[in-house]
């Protein structure tokens, strides 16, 4: 592979995933308490999209990385002090709404029209990532969305794994049920891929990535385009807690036997 | 007037798998409650014809079918065709399909191919009169809402485990078969085949009764200040075998494996259960030497009965989230449950 990868990781920030969460019903609908003071990161499986690509410039020569982070701009900005260490990508920010409440089909419009006005990407090169998930909405359709959007048709969902061959076939371990992988091949970009938690551990801090990041963030920042997200029709009548508080019976002090017989029938009821 | 499509696939063996069933269930209840709606449904895959036979009696007024070996196996760009193909030919306002992988991949490239809307990972629905809400969880699971939308077509993938199994005495129905073209273009992806993944024992079982949650407690330093690897993965490994349980495990115990640490050569970042991993439904669970608060806790959120072993009687893992709490040593006890099962 002499010309390498576009590729292009759509991430945004979650709530710190430590953090308690209370659901508030605002004038534009749902929201959560203090939801601007909530410490974010960068959600956990966009982050190993980010990793991966990371990964693969490292060692696909001529590969690209952007990443594209919705967001509000000021929270955008506090994250990339916590990821701009971790691997070199170019930025770009679209400063909206993070919350889970958001529409995904908004979303992806939105993410989209900013891939599409990235100038140097080269679309027959483009690998579209992202993750599988997010912390926040949990639905698990944006990459498809913005993929389809793209024009492309060759996607997959949940992949631990890519390896690509010195012809440049992609090789795709997606999760399917019963814990095993389909394996595909595929001749080529373009394609979108939404990881799962992939198998490479987050990369220590570089600073001098950090300092190679900063000349695209701070300029991605200031011209960070505006987009009012609405989902026009939908209504959300309730956002609650869910009530699964139980009545946890202690049992101590009771010999091991006693237990184990008592755990065994429960097993086998 | 509304037209709920139920969307589906056979399995391998070409029959209707259990999440398809369940939510054949949700839809057959749904255009029960849903007043004046038209119900039809759709199949994808090589052939169709068994799983037809076995939804044939659920009430759909019209079988729409795509079937031939290029739909045999999972791949988006021809799966996201045959879907969009029947939701065209259906005029479908509500399109509803269970959450598999298969469909979770397709479904949202046919929303955006119709302009529709999409939720997934529905867990409950209430109908009242001609209006439809839906219930699903936000910031993974840890708070529910209730929503309804006007726009459509309306793409809803309803969760495993929220409704029982549909069962009906097969009826004969005439489909109507719809041919889609599937060129060169959309072949690029080659689905070879399925591989386990790195771990030396399938210990992910879907249809288990039991989720057995193995914390990182098994791999600290026990009572005579030693670590007891082989001994701890010799007790997983045999609560498993004698009860038949799936394995569930926390983040911190398959991280270890990723951070080069010594850990379970059965357990692979597929086990992990929690707010970056997967929330299974089984009927019970039983967590051992399992630590932590709400983001762990997510992990078995849909599990039905709660039991958990640990030394530690104020465990956040099990306050007011589990049923029964065991202080007891999860190295002696569980053994202990293994001889008696």
Not at chain 2, 70 to 78: E, G, I, N, Y
Request: charged residues 20%; negative net charge; contains cysteine.
């Amino acid at each position: 592979m002499s010309t390498g990868f576009h590729v292009v990781v759509c991430g945004s920030l979650v709530p710190d995933l430590l953090q308690t969460l209370e659901p508030v019903q605002g004038p534009a609908g749902p929201g959560l308490r203090n939801e601007l003071m909530l410490p974010s990161v960068l959600d956990p499986w966009a982050a190993h999209a980010l990793y991966e690509a990371g990964h693969l410039a490292a060692t696909v020569p001529g590969t690209r990385v952007w990443l594209v982070s919705l967001g509000p701009k000021a929270k955008l900005q506090q994250l990339m002090m916590s990821i701009a260490q971790k691997v070199p990508f170019e930025f770009v920010a679209i400063d909206a709404s993070a919350s889970g409440f958001t529409d995904p089909v908004e979303v992806a419009a939105a993410l989209a029209d900013a891939i599409e006005m990235i100038p140097a990407l080269d679309r027959s090169r483009l690998l579209l990532f992202g993750g599988c998930a997010s912390a926040s909405r949990d639905a698990g359709v944006t990459v498809q969305l913005v993929g389809e959007r793209l024009g492309i048709a060759d996607q997959f969902l949940a992949v631990d794994e890519l390896t690509v061959s010195a012809q440049g076939t992609l090789t795709i371990l997606e999760r399917v049920e019963g814990g095993k992988y389909l394996v595909s091949e595929v001749a080529g970009p373009p394609c979108a891929i939404a990881w799962a938690t992939g198998n490479r551990p987050e990369p220590p801090n570089n600073p001098q990535i950090g300092m190679l990041n900063m000349r695209t963030i701070m300029p991605a920042l200031q011209k960070a385009r505006l987009v009012q997200l609405s989902a026009p029709g939908t209504t959300f009548h309730g956002v609650e807690l869910p009530k699964q508080e139980r009545r946890t019976r202690i049992v101590k002090d009771v010999p091991i036997e006693e237990m184990a017989m008592e755990i065994a029938n429960w097993i086998k009821e | 007037m509304e037209t709920i499509l139920f969307l589906t696939h056979p399995e391998d063996d070409g029959s209707l798998g259990r999440s398809a069933l369940e939510t054949l269930t949700g839809v057959v209840e749904l255009n029960r409650q849903l007043s004046d709606a038209k119900f039809v449904a759709g199949f994808i895959g090589d052939d169709v014809s068994t799983a037809v036979a076995e939804a044939s009696g659920c009430g759909a007024k019209t079988f729409y079918t795509v079937s031939g070996p290029d739909f045999k196996m999972s791949r988006c760009a021809s799966d996201t065709a045959a879907l969009e193909a029947i939701c065209r030919a259906s005029g479908a306002t509500i399109v509803v399909a269970p959450t598999t992988s298969r469909f979770n991949r397709a479904i949202p490239g046919v929303a955006q191919r119709l302009d529709g809307r999409i939720d997934t990972h529905v867990g409950g629905f209430t109908v009242n009169g001609a209006e439809l809400r839906i219930q699903r969880g936000y910031y993974r699971q840890r708070m529910i809402a209730s929503l309804t939308r006007t726009a459509r077509p309306w793409f809803l993938t309803f969760d495993s485990g929220v409704f029982p199994k549909w069962e009906g005495a097969p009826v004969a129905v005439q489909t109507e078969t719809l041919n889609v073209k599937i060129g060169d273009e959309l072949r690029k992806t080659n689905v070879t085949g399925y591989k386990a993944p790195l771990a030396s024992v399938q210990t992910i079982r879907p249809d288990a009764k039991l989720l057995f949650v193995a914390g990182v407690g098994w791999t600290k330093k026990q009572a005579d200040g030693q670590v007891h690897l082989e001994e701890a993965a010799k007790i997983i490994l045999h609560i498993l075998d004698k009860s038949g349980a799936s394995l569930g495990s926390s983040k911190s115990l398959v991280d270890q494996s990723s951070e080069g640490q010594g850990v379970f050569s059965f357990m692979s970042h597929l086990n992990q259960v929690g707010q970056t991993g997967s929330t299974p439904r089984h009927p019970k669970g039983l967590a051992a030497c399992c630590h932590g608060e709400e983001p762990h806790v997510v992990g078995w959120r849909f599990i039905g009965e709660r039991r958990v072993i640990n030394l530690d009687p104020n465990c956040g893992w099990a306050q007011g989230k589990a049923d029964v709490l065991y202080v007891a040593d999860a190295f002696e006890l569980v053994a202990k449950v293994s001889e008696l099962l």
